[in-house]
């Protein structure tokens, strides 16, 4: 099990940007893929980027492509979300997660059911 801790929320004017961080507690960060979750009021939660235990392989949503950056500093215990060019539609509530790596898998986990741990989410408000 891994705690984790988000933080980087906030209010912002669209077109503007955020970087989110989750830090995770424990000597085992590195085993773990990490995920970026959303969940906008009235909407069910959504995968947005997930990123291998390694680093080597990233997933991006269709709607963050070109926008979010997804990385992780294993020696920090630590994994990021760059956020660019934000619009009102990416107003949320962002949760990150750890799924425990697959080593029969080549990309990171992309479904919600394999994560389990979460972190307690970061508001993210965009104006228009």
């Known amino acids: 099990q891994v705690q984790l801790v988000e933080s980087g929320g906030g209010l912002v004017q669209a077109g503007g940007s955020l970087r989110l961080s989750c830090a995770a507690s424990?000597?085992?960060?590195?085993?773990?893929?990490m995920g970026w979750f959303r969940q906008a009021l009235g909407k069910e939660r959504e995968l947005v980027a997930a990123i291998r235990w390694s680093g080597g392989s990233t997933y991006y949503a269709d709607s963050v492509k070109g926008r979010f950056t997804i990385s992780r500093d294993n020696a920090k215990n630590t994994v990021y979300l760059q956020m660019n060019s934000l619009t009102p539609g990416d107003r949320a509530v962002y949760y990150c997660?750890?799924?425990?790596?697959?080593?029969?898998?080549?990309?990171?986990?992309?479904?919600?059911?394999?994560?389990?741990?979460w972190g307690q989410g970061t508001r993210v408000t965009v104006s228009s």
């Open positions: 997660a750890a799924a425990s790596a697959n080593v029969d898998n080549v990309d990171a986990a992309s479904t919600e059911h394999e994560y389990h741990d």
């Open positions: 424990g000597h085992t960060f590195y085993m773990y893929d």
